[in-house]
Structure formats: C-alpha cells, structure tokens
C-alpha cells in the first residue's frame, strides 16, 4: 500500500527534474561569488549558439571534454571590456576523480539567464583551453572572437 505514493513521488521528481535544471540563472557579472577553482577548462569548442526570447538570454555549446566523466559543466564569466557589448565565458567543468582514459568527449552545455543586460548584449565568446567560438546575438550568426577578456582568477572576485 505505502508503494504507490512513494513511486508517485519518485517518477514525479524524475519527470520534474529537467525542468527545475532549465530554470534561468543569474548573469554572471552580477554575482559576487568568486569562480569555482576546481572546475577544469574543457579543451576544445565545436559550436556556440545564442539568443534571446523573453527577455532571457540563451546560450548552447558543442565542446569537447578532456576525458569521459565531467561533470558541472558550466559557464564562468571572464573579465573584459564592460563597453565592448562582448560577454565572453570559459567553458569549464569538474574533472572526474579517476581518469581511467584521455579521450576527447563530447559534451554540451546549454544555459538561460534571466537578468542580462540584453540592450548592451551583441556577441558571446566562449573560450576553452585551445580555441574560442563566438556567437552574434544581434546578427543570429557565428562570429570571430575579438576581445581581450582575460579569465578569471580562483578567489577573484566579479
């Protein structure tokens, strides 16, 4: 008898899971919190898609992992021009505790947030440890990357 709430519960948690994960965040450059030291940059960006709806701004990237295994995949803001209209990121994640291979991975991190400055938002730069891909969210197409925002520093703060 006391089976049937509890599986209620749990496939309702499973079902509801993805939408409280797609819950916009905070920008970035608004948080005082410093950048998590133990997130590991990826090592390469296959693609970088970007837009707004809504006034919530949106972004995907295509991005290979150093191995199989990481998690935390995220976005941490860099430190660059506030007047520049270039909001530029790395692509970073937890590295797994045992690396069994070194093998590239794919992975995709996709990201919404709900207080950008979206008047003053015209490209997105993502950068990993060898390439960087930018997206113009004004033109809706790929981009070079031009800024010279510098990543930021474990313990440093926004």
């Known amino acids: 008898m006391h089976r049937f709430p509890a599986m209620l519960a749990a496939i309702t948690l499973f079902v509801a ?7 916009p965040q905070a920008w970035p450059w608004k948080s005082k919190a410093p950048p998590d030291p133990a997130l590991a940059a990826l090592s390469h960006i296959e693609g970088v898609t970007a837009g707004v709806a809504e006034g919530t701004v949106s972004i995907s990237v295509k991005a290979m992992a150093p191995a ?7 976005l941490v803001s860099r430190m660059g021009d506030p007047n520049d209209r270039i909001f530029a990121f790395d692509a970073r994640g937890r590295a797994p505790q045992q690396v069994t291979s070194q093998v590239l991975t794919p992975v995709t991190i996709e990201v919404s947030y709900a207080d950008a400055p979206i008047a003053k938002l015209e490209v997105i730069e993502v950068y990993s440890n060898d390439n960087c891909l ?5 033109d809706s197409k790929p ?3 031009t800024s010279r925002a510098v990543p930021q520093k474990p313990g440093e703060m926004h």
Not at 134 to 138: L, M, P, T
Request: glycine share 4%.
């Open 17 to 23: 899971a993805p939408v409280f994960a797609a819950s």
């Open 134 to 138: 930018a997206y113009s969210v004004k």
């Open 68 to 74: 199989p295994g990481y998690t935390e995949l995220q």
């Open 143 to 145: 981009v070079e990357c």
